[in-house]
């Protein structure tokens, strides 16, 4: 799968998010998120790990 993400920008989210060290809770996750304009669903996100057997 190639994703195109674009203005630019979004990746430095994907390296901080790499760079944890420790599990967050919802709250902590969504602040680290919000300032690149996004949300997570966690739920519907495990759904998709678990159904395609990803490592997450």
């Avoid at 760079?19 to 759904?47: F, H, K, Q, V, W």
């Amino acid at each position: 799968m190639l994703e195109i993400i674009s203005p630019g920008g979004l990746e430095e989210l994907f390296r901080c998010l790499d760079r944890l060290t420790e599990d967050l809770s919802p709250a902590e996750l969504e602040e680290i998120i919000a300032p690149y304009g996004c949300s997570a669903d966690m739920e519907a996100t495990m759904a998709l790990v678990e159904t395609h057997g990803l490592i997450f």
